[in-house]
């Protein structure tokens, strides 16, 4: 029930029917320039992030709000708030226009971050699905 309220919470408007599809695996590297931050993995329904070595071995960059602890495995079944920004609000015209041109899933996380979660109005860092 509290997982269910997170999802819930976590996701602001235009965002409500997106779930994260059980059946697909990949991978997204979170970078900054050439440096790799780290990656958001899915695989099995489980949203894992986790920082690279190259960013632990810097100290220009401080960690994200969301991932505080740079030696943790952040784990999830829900796509955390960082990358949900990413994903731009699907009431906008024209982002429903090129959902439907490209036949790209609304409800599907890993489809949204794929075409519109590179780059973000909100931070400097950019997405790259890599698998």
Not at 69 to 96: C, H, M, W
Not at 106 to 113: A, F, G, N, R, W
Request: glycine content about 6%; overall charge positive.
């Amino acid at each position: 029930m509290l997982k269910k309220l997170k999802n819930i919470f976590w996701k602001s408007e235009g965002h409500e029917g997106l779930m994260t599809p059980k059946n697909v695996n990949v991978i997204f590297e979170l970078k900054y320039g050439n440096l790799l931050i780290g990656t958001l993995n899915l695989k099995n329904g489980l949203w894992t992030f986790i920082y690279s070595d190259a960013f632990k071995q810097q100290n220009g960059i401080k960690p994200l709000t969301d991932f505080p602890k740079t030696n943790k495995t952040y784990q999830n079944e829900a796509l955390y708030p960082f990358f949900v920004q990413r994903i731009p609000g699907l009431n906008q015209p024209k982002i429903k226009a090129t959902i439907e041109k490209e036949k790209i899933d609304k409800t599907s996380e890993v489809e949204l971050l794929k075409r519109f979660g590179q780059l973000s109005i909100s931070n400097p860092f950019q997405l790259f699905a890599v698998g």
